[in-house]
């Protein structure tokens, strides 16, 4: 009924997504997901409560107005927002903070798409600072309890519906099949990438080239959108890319023979929708945009392996599904997620195995093509690194005794300071004292310490004076994490090994010391585990 006025209303959008967002929450413009991993590694996990609010409505305004965004992005900021008030209200630490805001995050994706494993996956592979017992129990809690209340909402029924679910059509007897999904994978990767930098491309363009306030930029992006959906429904009778695009993923899904020109026509209007969206400022996330591209442009490569090899009984249905994860696992980095979401969207069991070849594939080949996923690229613009995998830290469970420092000295506390500078500057003296009285450890000293107070003229000082008393004590056996924790709750320059026999820490029974420089060297050592 708009006829060509309705090239105006993504414009429309744009103006109250520009509002909401230039006026009460900055953090609101974009996908969303980088903000998230960004106060968890810059911020202490703080989130400022209106972006949960903003988000809401900018990215509902985004999505409604016909922009080409997704709901991940928006859901996931603010379940994360959610959860970062409730720690700052209750005022716990920054890792239980942390804690939340995955839950948060975990919590809206299982809840808005139904799949409450791959939210666990997706908190775990993107969010996570640290897995254990201490983390991993309230995420999968959290995810539990919005599956189950978004069920109460929106039903028990997947995302996608696959008409031909009881009749498998993923067909792995033949190699070659095995091979077109490698093939498919391949595609995916490069897909992936080019996403990444089609999105990131845009948002250059509109900031160098086009210039001017955010309101012009926004709102010349989403005047492209709406030209491209008003040329669509002219030709096609459909705008076909607007908002999550969920109507043509089903179609495909479903087994429409869509041309191949067609699908191929859907798969670069898409993008280029959704980087002129993005690009310019709109609110909203990429998951949905991602399973677009994979959908379509999954079929067209099934529809094109099917007239070439009428044999195979290839179904391009099939091809779309694993070309979903392809794309989302490939440009996000959340590889597993990606097979259990898409898993889970589906509910057909028989898609494990086409989708982990073409994800793990597709995966390894963005990393080639674009070293950072769709997230980390935006805070690396910015100049904030964020960790590239989640390594396990073998230094953190050694016992201290294994990186102790045994080279040390010995000085009583009633060494005058000539005396003090005579056994320091010996040839083979030792970096480091103890001061002790009698059977009791006064402090520490260094050689640092002594040269400082040489130069500056001490007077009359003697090395109990000079000595550091800020020291924790511990067994030889102690853990390297624990003892790290000790030394930065007590805020302590060393700690003192001890014999596990004695438990005073007296003089004679201290082995070893353990300063900053020893943790920094065990760790640094502990890095050649992953470089050789």
Same mark, same amino acid.
């Given at each position: 009924?708009?006829?060509?006025?309705?090239? $105006?209303?993504?414009?429309?959008?744009?103006?109250?997504?520009?509002?909401?967002? #230039?006026?009460?929450?900055?953090?609101?413009?974009?996908?969303?997901?980088?903000?998230?991993?960004?106060?968890?590694?810059?911020?202490?996990?703080?989130?400022?409560?209106?972006?949960?609010?903003?988000?809401?409505?900018?990215?509902?305004?985004?999505?409604?107005?016909?922009?080409?965004?997704?709901?991940?992005?928006?859901?996931?900021?603010? *379940?994360?927002?959610?959860?970062?008030? =409730?720690?700052? =209200?209750?005022?716990?630490? #920054?890792?239980?903070?942390?804690?939340?805001?995955? %839950?948060?995050?975990?919590?809206?994706?299982?809840?808005?798409?139904?799949?409450?494993?791959?939210?666990?996956?997706?908190?775990?592979? =993107?969010?996570?600072?640290?897995?254990?017992?201490?983390?991993?129990?309230?995420?999968?809690?959290?995810?539990?309890?919005?599956?189950?209340? %978004?069920?109460?909402?929106?039903?028990?029924?997947?995302?996608?519906?696959?008409? #031909?679910?009881?009749?498998?059509?993923?067909?792995?007897?033949?190699?070659?099949?095995?091979?077109?999904?490698?093939?498919?994978?391949?595609?995916?990767?490069?897909?992936?990438?080019?996403?990444? /930098?089609?999105?990131?491309?845009?948002?250059?363009?509109?900031?160098?080239?086009?210039?001017?306030?955010?309101?012009?930029?926004?709102?010349?992006?989403?005047?492209?959108?709406?030209?491209?959906?008003?040329?669509?429904?002219?030709?096609?009778? !459909?705008?076909?890319?607007?908002?999550?695009?969920?109507?043509?993923?089903?179609?495909?899904?479903?087994?429409?023979?869509?041309?191949?020109?067609?699908?191929?026509?859907?798969?670069?209007?898409?993008?280029?929708?959704?980087?002129?969206?993005?690009?310019?400022? #709109?609110? %909203? *996330?990429?998951?949905?945009?991602?399973?677009?591209?994979?959908?379509?442009?999954?079929?067209?490569?099934?529809?094109?392996?099917?007239?070439?090899?009428?044999?195979?009984?290839?179904?391009?249905?099939?091809?779309?599904?694993?070309?979903?994860?392809?794309?989302?696992? *490939?440009?996000?980095?959340?590889?597993?997620?990606?097979?259990?979401?898409?898993?889970?969207?589906?509910?057909?069991?028989?898609?494990?195995?086409?989708?982990?070849?073409?994800?793990?594939?597709?995966?390894? =080949?963005?990393?080639?093509?674009?070293?950072?996923?769709?997230?980390?690229? /935006?805070?690396?613009?910015?100049? !904030?690194?964020?960790?590239?995998?989640?390594?396990?830290?073998?230094?953190?469970?050694?016992?201290?005794? /294994?990186?102790? $420092?045994?080279?040390?000295?010995?000085?009583?506390?009633?060494?005058?300071?000539?005396?003090?500078? !005579?056994?320091?500057?010996?040839?083979?003296?030792?970096?480091?004292?103890?001061?002790?009285?009698?059977?009791?450890?006064?402090?520490?000293?260094?050689?640092?310490?002594?040269?400082?107070?040489?130069?500056?003229?001490?007077?009359?000082?003697?090395?109990?004076?000079?000595?550091?008393?800020?020291?924790?004590?511990?067994?030889?056996?102690?853990?390297?994490?624990?003892?790290?924790?000790?030394?930065?709750?007590?805020?302590?320059?060393?700690?003192?090994?001890?014999?596990?026999?004695?438990? !005073?820490?007296?003089?004679?029974?201290?082995?070893? $010391?353990?300063?900053?420089?020893?943790? *920094?060297?065990?760790?640094?050592?502990?890095?050649? $585990?992953?470089?050789?």
């Amino acid at each position: 009924p708009w006829g060509a006025a309705v090239i $105006l209303v993504p414009v429309l959008g744009g103006i109250g997504v520009t509002f909401l967002v #230039a006026n009460f929450a900055p953090e609101a413009k974009g996908h969303g997901v980088p903000e998230v991993i960004d106060v968890i590694y810059y911020n202490r996990g703080r989130i400022r409560p209106v972006v949960a609010i903003v988000k809401s409505l900018a990215s509902a305004i985004s999505i409604g107005s016909g922009g080409s965004v997704g709901r991940e992005g928006p859901i996931i900021q603010i *379940g994360s927002s959610f959860g970062s008030t =409730i720690g700052q =209200i209750l005022r716990v630490p #920054a890792w239980q903070r942390i804690v939340l805001i995955a %839950g948060g995050a975990g919590g809206g994706i299982a809840a808005t798409f139904n799949t409450p494993v791959g939210g666990v996956l997706f908190a775990l592979e =993107i969010m996570m600072h640290e897995v254990s017992v201490r983390t991993l129990v309230p995420v999968a809690l959290a995810t539990a309890a919005g599956t189950y209340v %978004g069920r109460l909402f929106f039903g028990q029924y997947p995302s996608f519906v696959i008409p #031909a679910l009881e009749t498998p059509y993923f067909h792995m007897a033949s190699p070659l099949v095995l091979l077109a999904y490698i093939g498919l994978g391949l595609v995916m990767g490069a897909v992936s990438a080019l996403f990444i /930098k089609s999105i990131y491309g845009a948002e250059d363009f509109f900031e160098r080239r086009v210039g001017g306030s955010y309101y012009r930029q926004h709102l010349l992006g989403m005047l492209g959108v709406g030209l491209v959906l008003y040329g669509l429904m002219t030709f096609y009778g !459909h705008y076909y890319v607007e908002g999550v695009g969920y109507s043509t993923v089903q179609e495909i899904l479903s087994g429409r023979a869509f041309p191949l020109a067609l699908l191929l026509l859907l798969f670069a209007l898409k993008l280029l929708v959704t980087s002129l969206t993005l690009g310019s400022g #709109a609110s %909203g *996330g990429i998951f949905s945009p991602a399973l677009f591209l994979g959908a379509t442009l999954g079929s067209a490569y099934g529809t094109f392996l099917q007239w070439c090899f009428p044999q195979l009984g290839i179904s391009p249905a099939a091809f779309a599904v694993a070309g979903m994860a392809g794309v989302v696992g *490939g440009s996000t980095g959340a590889a597993m997620a990606a097979i259990v979401m898409i898993f889970e969207m589906t509910l057909d069991y028989n898609v494990i195995v086409p989708m982990t070849i073409t994800v793990a594939v597709s995966y390894g =080949i963005r990393k080639v093509l674009s070293r950072e996923s769709i997230y980390s690229m /935006k805070l690396v613009r910015r100049g !904030h690194y964020v960790p590239e995998a989640m390594h396990s830290s073998p230094h953190l469970v050694q016992p201290v005794q /294994k990186i102790m $420092l045994t080279n040390f000295g010995r000085l009583n506390a009633s060494c005058g300071i000539k005396e003090i500078a !005579h056994v320091a500057s010996g040839k083979s003296a030792p970096a480091i004292f103890l001061v002790d009285a009698g059977s009791r450890i006064v402090g520490i000293l260094s050689a640092e310490t002594i040269l400082k107070a040489l130069e500056n003229g001490a007077g009359p000082v003697t090395a109990a004076e000079l000595a550091d008393r800020n020291y924790v004590t511990v067994t030889e056996f102690a853990p390297f994490f624990d003892v790290m924790i000790l030394m930065r709750a007590s805020m302590a320059s060393a700690a003192l090994v001890r014999d596990e026999t004695n438990s !005073h820490g007296v003089g004679g029974n201290i082995k070893g $010391l353990i300063t900053p420089q020893q943790l *920094g060297e065990a760790m640094v050592e502990s890095s050649g $585990l992953f470089l050789d």
